[in-house]
């Protein structure tokens, strides 16, 4: 990583199998096909952003995922949605980097507000985006339910 941090870049389809790959290492075990088909369907919309975090070695360190959110109950809002930065090259400004961008990005589009959810077993991740100021607001419950085919 270069001392100015890593450097990002919008993510391409070819990225594919390594957003796969960093995703795994996260709980989330996901083909890269289907990577490569839920970012034909997000990459080049107007709101929604992806980037990549490059190391010095070519490889990519990290991935992003944010999307502006229009709320009838709320202003709009910029939500981060996926953040995965490879455990091998955890704190070392690659996370931190990243959301900088996705707030750049967020504040070029107007939003003045930044939200992003974190699962209460990811305890390591609370603290990092504390010291992006980011403060806790609410703990809810997710719930889900299967509808029609699978994507």
Same mark, same amino acid.
């Given at each position: 990583? %270069?001392?100015?941090?890593?450097?990002?870049?919008?993510?391409?389809?070819?990225?594919?199998?390594?957003?796969?790959?960093?995703?795994?290492?996260?709980?989330?075990?996901?083909?890269?096909?289907? *990577? =490569? =088909?839920?970012?034909?369907?997000?990459?080049?919309?107007?709101?929604?952003?992806?980037?990549?975090?490059?190391?010095?070695?070519?490889?990519? =360190?990290?991935?992003?995922?944010?999307?502006?959110?229009?709320?009838?109950?709320?202003?709009?809002?910029?939500? *981060?949605?996926?953040?995965?930065?490879?455990?091998?090259?955890?704190? $070392?400004? *690659? $996370?931190?980097?990243?959301?900088?961008?996705?707030?750049?990005?967020? =504040?070029?589009?107007?939003?003045?507000?930044? %939200?992003?959810? %974190?699962?209460?077993?990811?305890?390591?991740?609370?603290?990092?985006?504390?010291?992006? $100021?980011?403060?806790?607001?609410?703990?809810?419950?997710?719930?889900?339910?299967? *509808?029609?085919? %699978?994507?």
């Amino acid at each position: 990583m %270069s001392p100015d941090g890593p450097r990002i870049r919008p993510v391409t389809s070819e990225d594919a199998a390594a957003v796969a790959a960093l995703s795994g290492q996260l709980g989330y075990p996901v083909a890269a096909e289907a *990577i =490569a =088909a839920r970012l034909e369907r997000l990459l080049g919309r107007e709101d929604q952003l992806v980037l990549a975090a490059v190391a010095d070695d070519g490889e990519l =360190a990290g991935w992003i995922h944010a999307a502006e959110q229009d709320l009838v109950e709320a202003e709009r809002r910029c939500e *981060i949605l996926g953040l995965v930065v490879d455990g091998r090259r955890r704190r $070392g400004g *690659i $996370g931190r980097g990243l959301v900088a961008e996705a707030e750049r990005w967020a =504040a070029s589009r107007g939003l003045r507000q930044m %939200s992003v959810r %974190s699962n209460v077993a990811r305890e390591e991740s609370h603290p990092f985006y504390e010291a992006q $100021g980011y403060g806790r607001v609410k703990t809810q419950q997710v719930y889900r339910k299967p *509808i029609g085919g %699978s994507t």
